[in-house]
């Protein structure tokens, strides 16, 4: 017996949970529930973080979860809780599994079987964001090596494991040389203990049209959060519907299982939702904690469902499905089937599926680090980049001197371009004076000057060279 924490969320989350665990329960899920309550509910409630501080105890306690999907409210204050359980308990492996089921589900795609596996703790969802000036606002991408490490790992893991012949990683490293750069290098580095595995790195935009069009030229992939959350919905989507895959969120010793898609507010409470995602979680759920029997006869029972043309709302086609159900139906249809096995599809065997265990990431000693300039961002009003570098050479110390302006990224100073578009924030580079050293000192001296000139520095980010190599993006332009 396995206790695990349910929560039956938001929106279509309580008919598809009570779906799913009523379909695992039938076929002998050997599991005792602790239910807890999250989401919009607690949220309107006055917590802001959407779960009460008791329901974490009973989630690491368990350490096994079942989470149907949560709203989160937009805008305001809400952090999506989503995103801070996966981050609390350090679940870094987020695995998407999206299969068509051709010809019983319709889709442009017949061959297509790859996984997604995505980063899920860092990236643009570190949530750091902040408004600088009137016009400008930022969030924080931080790419972290032990978090590349950890997901390019898993991802080798799994394909080793699953059986799988390629792992293939999307970036944008053209673009993003620190951060995407760190990740496909560290891609590059981990593809090398794999040579059994093919690998290949493909740059994000192209590797996304692929996927859409030709899906089937993909087996696993590994990506980082964000490209990572957008393309397994259109993975899922182009499967036949968003309702259909499922998710693992995989951490050292916590495990989070859902469905891909969220909580779909405007199908709630009619009995029309797809119970298919949540318990295609609940399947990678039995399977992490070795309940592999259940878990093939629950998989084995809803493909004979698809194929015997019982189908939902979403994936209901006249020609090819038999009958229109509604949720309960469907997971009255799958209970009937337990036992059976799918004629056309194929039926699973999960005899290599238990829950991986990867070495602990350990940290690497230190490089050596040098301070080589420091860029200060100021919120200015005026539009000429020239008279901006007059002002600021007025802050200058003895060892850090202004070597360029930018404006979003762009060089505009020195030989900017008139045409360029500017707004009001603005990075000034320091870089020391020749045969000059620049230490944090200078830095400060540079920052009380400003305050004397009247020069209102928003932010200031240090340079630094890592074993002689300039660790910092040069101006664009530049
Ligand atoms: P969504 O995935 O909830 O729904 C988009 C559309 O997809 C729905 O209107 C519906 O037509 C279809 N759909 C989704 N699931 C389906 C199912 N099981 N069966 C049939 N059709 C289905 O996306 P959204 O509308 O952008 O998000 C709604 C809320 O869910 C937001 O508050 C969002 O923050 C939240 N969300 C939560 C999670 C999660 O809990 N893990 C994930 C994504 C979004």
Redesign the pocket.
């Known amino acids: 017996m396995t206790r695990i924490t349910v929560a039956k ?5 309580p008919e ?1 949970m009570d779906a799913t665990l009523e379909i695992i329960l039938a076929a002998g899920a050997k599991i005792e529930i602790d239910e807890i309550e999250v ?1 919009e509910k607690v949220y309107l409630a006055g917590n802001t973080s959407g779960i009460a501080a008791e329901s974490w105890d009973i989630i690491r306690r368990n350490k096994i979860f079942l ?8 805008g305001g204050g809400y952090k ?3 995103v801070t359980t996966r981050k609390f308990l350090g679940l870094y492996s987020n695995v998407r599994p999206c299969m068509s089921l051709h010809p019983f589900v319709s889709t442009k795609h017949p061959v297509m079987d790859l996984v997604i596996v995505r980063e899920n703790e860092e990236d643009l969802y570190a949530g750091i964001e902040h408004q600088q000036t009137d016009e400008v606002v930022q969030c924080l991408k931080l790419i972290s090596r032990p978090g590349c490490e950890k997901i390019i790992r898993y991802a080798f893991e799994y394909a080793k494991q699953q059986n799988r012949k390629k792992v293939t990683c999307f970036t944008k490293d053209n673009i993003m040389k620190q951060t995407d750069g760190l990740f496909h290098q560290v891609f590059d580095e981990i593809a090398k203990e794999y040579p059994e595995i093919e690998n290949e790195h493909w740059i994000i935009d192209i590797g996304a049209a692929k996927m859409a069009d030709t899906p089937e030229a993909f087996d696993v992939i590994v990506m980082p959060n964000l490209y990572g959350d957008v393309l397994s ?1 259109v993975a899922a989507q182009i499967t036949g ?3 259909l895959a499922g ?1 693992a969120n995989i951490g050292e010793e916590c495990a989070m299982f ?10 709630a409470g009619q009995n ?7 318990l295609q979680g609940a399947i990678m759920m039995l399977n992490h904690i070795g309940q592999t029997e259940v878990a093939e006869k629950v998989q084995n029972a809803w493909l004979k469902t698809l194929e015997d043309g019982i189908h ?3 994936i209901f086609k006249e020609n090819i499905s038999k009958q229109k159900v509604g949720t309960k139906e469907f997971a009255k249809a799958v209970i009937a089937n337990i036992g059976q096995k799918p004629s056309i599809l194929k039926p699973v065997s999960y005899a290599k599926n238990a829950a991986l265990h990867l070495p602990k990431y350990k940290r690497k000693s230190s490089a050596k680090k040098e301070l080589v300039g420091v860029d200060v961002f100021i919120h200015w009003n005026g539009t000429d980049p020239n008279e901006l570098a007059e002002k600021i050479k007025g802050i200058e110390t003895q060892d850090a001197q202004l070597s360029m302006i930018t404006n979003r990224g762009i060089k505009v100073w020195p030989d900017g371009f008139k045409e360029t578009f500017c707004t009001d924030h603005w990075r000034c580079r320091f870089k020391p004076s020749n045969g000059s050293k620049i230490d944090k000192t200078s830095i400060t001296e540079l920052l009380a000057n400003a305050i004397k000139q009247d020069v209102d520095t928003i932010k200031t980010e240090n340079l630094y060279a890592f074993e002689g190599k300039a660790a910092y993006s040069l101006g664009q332009g530049q």
């Open positions: 969320g938001d929106g279509i989350g598809i989401g989470k149907a999907p949560i709203t989160t409210p937009q999506s809780l989503n919905d519907s968003v309702g998710s859902e469905a891909i898609h969220g909580s779909a507010p405007r199908r029309v939702a797809n119970p298919s995602g949540l939902t709302y979403d």
